[in-house]
């Protein structure tokens, strides 16, 4: 089982791209991926895979009411096909903005009913407990995680859940902080959720070989992790992802030309990633 989760501490650096092209990957790859979009922007992997529509309508079941033990129907109903053929996703919605209000509300039922004065109801680990309960794992050979990019319980219980995680960064004044901290991120991350925290590695995106970003580059070379992969800047192929609503994959292949090699180069590096990554869990 191949379980990851893809997070920056900044957002709009490419992570939800790179998690949607690595699930196709995957998929082409043979595996079949389950993404769980845990990120209640609209911008998200279900507007991605188009399967946004009940994001928004408050009596439909989602994600959020199973973590809470309030579900309104069977959690395997969550799961959605997409038009990529290997690609499920268990959609967001807009209940996960008010994510940690409810787990605190649930954690506090759940704590005034145990029979120990002592018990804490562990928040963080409920997606973990509906994907075992539901039997998801054994259905699946890849589970992507995609929560929003800022710290949080959506992060906390990606993190519990797949215990590894793939970090985009963008070498840019707004993706600088985040590289200066990603020893504190990694850090924080196992103290928050009280477990080893694997870092498959940092992928840095957008890359367009200026000085500033040739720094950098180099700093993450010097650093302890691993940078599997470089993307250069694609803009066009990114923007028109959003356009289609589609993978890099079904932009080239179903809804335009590539404007150049280049753009068909940017393909064999997400099926280069996604199999590094697979060899990193065998």
């Known amino acids: 089982m191949i379980t990851y989760t893809t997070y920056s501490e900044a957002g709009g650096v490419g992570k939800t791209t790179t998690a949607a092209n690595l699930a196709v990957a995957h998929a082409r790859r043979g595996r079949d991926v389950l993404c769980i979009d845990l990120d209640p922007q609209e911008g998200s992997l279900s507007y991605l895979f188009e399967v946004d529509d009940d994001r928004s309508d408050g009596t439909a079941d989602n994600l959020v009411r199973h973590l809470i033990g309030r579900p309104k129907g069977e959690f395997r109903d969550l799961i959605r096909e997409t038009d990529e053929a290997g ?116 992928v840095p995106v957008g890359f367009k070989r200026t000085n500033t970003q040739e720094a950098q580059l180099s700093k993450l070379e010097e650093s302890e992790f691993d940078l599997p992969v470089v993307f250069r800047e694609r803009a066009s192929l990114m923007q028109h992802m959003w356009d289609f609503r589609t993978s890099a994959y079904g932009v080239l292949e179903d809804e335009r030309d590539p404007n150049g090699e280049y753009e068909l180069e940017t393909l064999e590096k997400y099926d280069d990633l996604a199999a590094g990554i697979e060899g990193e869990f065998e």
């Open 87 to 202: 690609v499920d996703v268990i959609p967001s919605h807009n209940m996960l903005e008010n994510l940690t209000r409810n787990l605190m509300k649930a954690a506090e039922i759940e704590e005034d009913m145990h029979p120990e004065d002592e018990y804490e109801w562990p928040k963080h680990e409920q997606l973990l407990r509906v994907l075992r309960e539901n039997d998801v794992p054994g259905d699946y050979d890849v589970i992507i995680c995609d929560p929003q990019a800022t710290p949080g319980d959506a992060l906390n219980n990606a993190i519990f859940a797949t215990r590894s995680v793939l970090l985009p960064v963008e070498l840019s004044g707004k993706g600088a902080l985040s590289i200066q901290g990603l020893d504190d991120l990694v850090t924080g991350l196992e103290d928050e959720v009280g477990i080893n925290v694997g870092v498959l590695g940092v």
